[in-house]
């Protein structure tokens, strides 16, 4: 994907019929990738599972692919069915500087206030399952326009402040005895980067564990796996998701 949204002219042109295939098409909301959604494309398809409604881009890939999710499969239906597994939940309070939570705290209520003005003057509920829609409404009949682009930055500000906190990596610090103890635990980390941060802060605590990313090849996969479940190894770490 960074390659083709860094290389232009690889995109196809409009007298080609090409196909487009977006897998974890959420990525693509990003000004870098929204590149690759080229019109050159005659057919899309786009595919994830895990499009959060709630961050305000959805707009981008139904502007692209011209409709709704022709096919959706959500959290309450994959429960009664069983398909998602039983899990427990471990909460671990941290704390961020003081500089990064005054920032949160006044991006937080800097969009409260937006969500209520918007909500005042254009008689929407932001509780709704089609809030993104409403807004994508609402921006098309330049209804609250400025208001909700002000609302999509600032949740992107908001964003950018979790991101730069290293109150994840205190909280990875803090669960290291509870991993090395129990083993079998594969870690989900929202970058690459992020995964380094974590398997370093394993290592100096004497957790091993091993890195499955997009260059990892499928047998070096499939080795760390079997560790993990001989526990050779104690975890697994994974950017975003483990495919």
Known sequence: VNTFAANL??????ETRTLIIADEVHNYTSPLFQKVLNQGFQWRLGLTATLEVSNLRLSVLRNYFGREPIYKYGYS????????SK????????EMPSNQLNRYYALS???????????RLANVDFEAEDIETRLNELKEKN?????IQTLESTMDELDDV???????????????????????????SDSVARAEQTKTIFSERSVRSEIIKASVPGYLR???????????I?????????D
């Open 9 to 14: 002219h690889l995109h196809p042109s409009t």
């Open 77 to 84: 239906r994959a429960i009664q069915e069983g398909v998602v």
């Open 87 to 94: 899990f427990d939940a471990l909460l671990v309070r941290v």
């Open 109 to 119: 209520q800097y969009a409260r206030q937006l969500r209520e003005r918007i909500s």
């Open 143 to 147: 209804i609250c326009k400025g208001d």
């Open 162 to 188: 979790l991101l730069a906190t290293e109150s994840k990596a205190l909280a990875i610090s803090r669960i290291c005895r509870l991993i090395n103890g129990r083993g079998n635990t594969i870690v989900f």
């Open 222 to 232: 499939q080795s760390y796996l079997n560790q993990l479940k001989t526990r050779t």
């Open 234 to 242: 104690k975890a697994v770490i994974s950017p975003k998701a483990l």
